[in-house]
């Protein structure tokens, strides 16, 4: 297949920083191309120098033979260049169909074509595989998981001829994944160019061609076959091997430390009880929209709730934030930036937030906030664990890391993790996945919702699997198959026709 993208000794640089030094990429009409790397290996600087978003200090971006036009997105996207980053550039207050067409938008003489619009919308929301989104709907009324295929619709409003997708997967479930997998194998064998990126690795086996490896601004591996041991991908990512991604996984003790009884707040959550443990890694899996995140937020008090009752350590649980915080209470939201972290302060600020009257002296102790703030950022190996850095400038692993500083300054008791390495790299999840464990072997009950089974498999003592808002099955996690928990997340176990289904 002949190339439609060529990068060639692509070198960007930032004041005192040389983010990308000789980058090669080439990428064939109709191929899925893989692009890997942690977080920091110059991904995202790669793709905004390709889409037009920055200007590259030297090299050349040839784009079906002709170079593309240097820091200029609009004429990237007409040449037929169209990235979707992976934080979504959505704006709330418009609608579905308004924010897909947004810049580009159908015209009846110099009025805007609402009827077209929403037409071409749904049409497209359709081809996507999600025709229950309205293209009237508010993009502030809609979960993660539809933004995201909003997302993908705009990118696809264009003519596409190479189109970017920045971890697109990241907050899909298995099922949408796969409705994702089947667009993009659709638009390669039409000829479009696919740059695919992702911290999956066993995404790229299902969706890849060829792979391209950045390590520190470097090509260290351009145009391999996908179907490379993981464990090569790993130690060219990284630059060494990583000996064992999960560590040996906790045993409970027999103290309970949450009881949920009978929670019920509808429509998401139905009925639901767990108890988790003293020294437990608790997962809770299931599909998006299965109510996992929902039960999360009702227990932190963040949501109310219609019916049922919640203890900590034999006690009923405030309905509120404050008193969740108070019993010894902890949240990890799934969206950690906009839910989490204050992204203009710094991590000094951010981690003790919780825990400001420890530092009221009777007035506040600036110096107490970050020698304590660093104690804790080091400890999690944050990089860089410089208290006053400003949080939007860390890597999306440092800034869970930030959050979680900031419940272990708290001395938890229960950690309530959502999505806890959504969007971080190999290296970082097996710093995440020792963090988590070692919590729980110092007593604290963490309970895990993710969307990546391998993860619940990998490091859980036990999994609950979460279906149309009630808890249907418990596995122990020894023991536990991804196959096993796919099959509760997505129908009845008696249904006969199940087994070959999920196969």
């Known amino acids: 297949m002949s190339s439609i993208l060529e990068v060639r000794d692509l070198v960007k640089e930032f004041p005192g920083v040389e983010a990308l030094q000789g980058v090669n990429l080439d990428v064939s009409a109709g191929e899925v ?40 997105p609009a004429g990237s996207l007409k040449r ?6 992976q934080e979504l550039d959505l704006v709330d207050e418009l609608t579905v169909a308004e924010s897909i067409f947004l810049a580009h938008e159908p015209r009846r003489g110099p009025l805007l074509n609402f009827d077209q619009m929403h037409r071409e919308a749904n049409a497209l929301l359709a081809r996507l595989g999600h025709p229950a989104i309205s293209a009237r709907t508010k993009v502030r009324a809609l979960r993660p998981a539809a933004k995201q295929i909003v997302s993908i619709a705009r990118a696809l409003s264009v003519d596409v001829r190479l189109l970017i997708m920045d971890e697109p997967s990241a907050i899909l479930d298995e099922g949408e994944i796969e409705t994702l997998f089947e667009v993009v194998r659709r638009l390669a064998a039409d000829g479009v160019g696919v740059v695919y990126i992702s911290h999956r690795l066993d995404e790229i086996r299902r969706i890849g061609n060829r792979v391209t490896v950045l390590a520190d601004g470097r090509t260290t591996a351009s145009g391999i076959p996908a179907s490379t041991p993981t464990d090569d991908l790993i130690e ?3 630059g060494h091997k990583v000996e064992q991604l999960y560590p040996d996984r906790p045993t409970a003790a027999d103290e309970v430390l949450l009881d949920v009884r009978g929670v019920r707040r509808l429509p998401a959550v139905r009925d639901a009880s767990l108890e988790l443990r003293a020294g437990e890694v608790l997962g809770l899996g299931g599909l998006v929209g299965s109510g996992r995140t929902e039960l999360l937020r009702i227990i932190y008090g963040l949501d109310e709730r219609d019916e049922g009752e919640i203890l900590l350590d034999g006690a009923p649980l405030a309905r509120s934030p404050s008193g969740a915080i108070a019993a010894g209470l902890g949240l990890a939201p799934e969206d950690r930036k906009s839910q989490a972290l204050i992204l203009d302060w710094s991590s000094a600020k951010n981690v003790t937030v919780a825990s400001l009257r420890r530092f009221a002296r ?5 110096r107490g906030e970050r020698t304590a703030a660093r104690e804790q950022l080091r400890k999690l190996n944050t990089a860089p664990d410089d208290p006053d850095r400003i949080v939007r400038l860390l890597s999306g692993g440092n800034q869970q890391k930030v959050v979680l500083a900031r419940w272990l300054l708290r001395d938890c008791r229960v950690l309530l993790l959502d999505e806890p390495t959504r969007g971080v790299d190999v290296r970082t999840k097996a710093e995440l996945y020792r963090i ?9 009950g963490v309970l895990v919702v993710s969307s990546e089974l391998e993860e619940l498999v990998g490091i859980c003592t036990r999994i609950l699997v979460m279906r149309e808002g009630e808890i249907v099955a418990e596995i122990d996690g020894k023991t536990a198959t991804e196959q ?4 509760h997340a997505v129908a009845p176990t008696d249904s006969p026709d199940l087994e070959e289904e999920v196969v």
């Open 33 to 72: 191309h893989c692009l890997l790397g942690a977080n920091g290996a110059g991904k995202s600087t790669l793709i905004k120098c390709i889409s037009g978003a920055h200007e590259p200090t030297s090299g050349e971006i040839l784009f079906m033979g002709e170079p593309l036009p240097v820091g200029d």
């Open 80 to 85: 037929g260049v169209a990235t979707i980053y």
């Open 236 to 238: 060219l990512m990284v």
């Open 362 to 366: 009777p007035l506040l102790s600036i």
């Open 436 to 444: 988590i464990t070692d919590l729980a072997r110092a007593g604290v």
């Open 484 to 487: 096993e928990l796919l099959r």
